[in-house]
């Protein structure tokens, strides 16, 4: 429901205006023209979704990866039907992390402009700093020079900073009477010159393919720009990834069956060979150390044919299966083997209540150091994917999002938190304090009367602390922020 929701846009009012008073292309439908094919890899589809800016819906631009004349690309596609394609801060985050990914892996990257600018009452929160709007044309200039291919289609609005984008771009096509580029805009020389002019006249497609050369080709309607950008793409030597043959088995049991390896809650550890034996080729995973550490399960296996090294949570991640787990990373990063996280992190243990407890507990942490290192340090493709818990320390040593693997992905399932709401107590509708007073009662019992006034003080305050927590740990709340790549559905896990 979310991502048809998305998928709107701007709402119905908007889609019309777009496409029937200004005759342009829906953003999908643009995709469709420029990819290979529509099966493509939509990332953080729900960022911005119900963030506090406003009506806004989403983010205001679509970012993914797919295939241009058989090479990899990612895409930057502004939605205009969105506020006008107006940059918002969540919008800026998404694009730099759409860079990121081109210069991780070295992706040729399209941007699609149809935008008008950065919305200014939010300037400081998408101008000034480090990674604000700024650093979009600072990944721009760092990727040509490390030679990854940019190209863009002005099918749009393109005003103020997002002039920049096509104009750095090694090549850029402008669609004509829809595409416009310049700094400011009409009603800007009014107020400072008095002067009427038009769009077309200011920034129009034939001034800046014929009169300023800030674009490089001129497309008289939509489908003959992304045409022509597809043929710019085709001669860019970057070669097509070869599509090798690999012959591979199915799972022995259906990744449709993930679905129920999902639930809303988990009571308890959910066993990962359950889904290992639906994730990887032939249910077949030749497994490292098997005996040892049994609350980490890892090994070797092929996923659609791909070798890769597993690493999942089967547990609480004990001294020894956090040792296992730092010599297993150690030897794919030595091997060259990009390394699968499966990430489901069980509850703390109880803090230590003897000296032989805190000398284990010291023992575990120095283990957790260990692992920590060797995954921060591997240097190979990491992927990680949260089918249930991401709590505390333990994500990051499963390669969360601080450790930048270089994709992460969320069961709709998962809960992205410092610490798991379910281990404190209930949290009780508002104004029902039913059995209040048996709990003073045997609060008086064990504590001095002082100490239970604050506690009965405060009760207010820690519930709704736990109901503010319960909410933020959703992985919906994690991926409208951007802290990860997306929610997938658990069966299309194989396919992400």
Not at 255 to 275: F, H, N, Q, R, S
Not at 330 to 357: D, Y
Not at 399 to 421: E, H, I, M, Q, T
């Amino acid at each position: 429901e979310l991502l048809e929701r998305v998928k709107k846009g701007g709402g119905e009012n908007a889609i019309l205006r777009h496409t029937q008073r200004n005759k342009k292309l829906f953003v999908r439908e643009r995709l469709r023209l420029l990819l290979d094919d529509e099966d493509f890899l939509e990332l953080s589809p729900l960022a911005g979704l119900d963030m506090p800016y406003g009506d806004v819906p989403a983010a205001g631009c679509l970012t993914g990866i797919g295939k241009i004349c058989g090479a990899w690309c990612v895409f930057i596609a502004s939605d205009a039907t969105v506020k006008g394609g107006t940059i918002y801060p969540i919008g800026v985050k998404k694009q730099l992390r759409a860079q990121e990914i081109a210069m991780e892996n070295r992706l040729l990257s399209v941007h699609l402009v149809d935008s008008g600018g950065a919305f200014l009452p939010l300037q400081s929160e998408l101008f000034p700093d480090k990674l604000h709007g700024g650093r979009i044309f600072y990944n721009e200039a760092i990727m040509s020079a490390m030679g990854i291919p940019q190209v863009a289609v002005v099918c749009g609005s393109c005003v103020a900073g997002g002039a920049y984008v096509p104009t750095m771009a090694e090549e850029s096509v402008i669609i004509d009477k829809i595409g416009t580029l310049f700094l400011a805009g009409p009603p800007l020389v009014k107020a400072a010159t008095g002067e009427d002019v038009s769009p077309e006249d200011l920034g129009g497609a034939r001034l800046h393919s014929q009169v300023s050369g800030c674009t490089d080709h001129f497309a008289p309607s939509e489908e003959e720009a992304y045409e022509c950008i597809r043929n710019v793409v085709s001669t860019f030597s970057c070669e097509p990834v070869p599509e090798e043959d690999r012959d591979h088995d199915s799972p022995l049991y259906s990744p449709e069956e993930l679905l129920g390896l999902a639930p809303l809650d988990y009571g308890c550890t959910l066993p990962v060979k359950l889904i290992l034996s639906r994730l990887v080729d032939g249910s077949r995973l030749q497994e490292f150390k098997a005996t040892y550490g049994t609350t980490l399960v890892t090994g070797f296996g092929h996923v659609e044919g791909h070798l890769v090294g597993i690493v999942a949570n089967n547990g609480e991640l004990a001294h020894d299966a956090a040792l296992k787990g730092s010599h297993f990373v150690q030897l794919c990063g030595q091997r060259g083997i990009p390394i699968l996280f499966l990430q489901n992190t069980a509850p703390q243990p109880a803090g230590p209540a003897s000296i032989s407890q805190a000398e284990a507990h010291s023992s575990r942490l120095k283990a957790q150091a260990s692992m920590m290192a060797a995954v921060a340090c591997a240097a190979v493709p990491k992927i990680t994917i949260v089918t249930g818990g991401c709590f505390g320390s333990d994500s990051y040593i499963m390669c969360g999002r601080s450790f930048s693997p270089n994709f992460l992905f969320l069961w709709p399932n998962a809960r992205v938190a410092l610490v798991d709401s379910r281990h404190f107590p209930t949290v009780p509708p508002v104004g029902d304090w039913t059995g209040e007073e048996l709990e003073l009662k045997q609060l008086k019992a064990k504590f001095p009367s002082l100490l239970c006034w604050f506690y009965c003080a405060f009760k207010p305050v820690l519930f709704s602390a736990l109901s503010r927590l319960e909410e933020e740990s959703s992985a919906f709340y994690s991926s409208s922020r951007l802290w990860d790549d997306g929610i997938i559905l658990p069966q299309d896990t194989r396919k992400v």
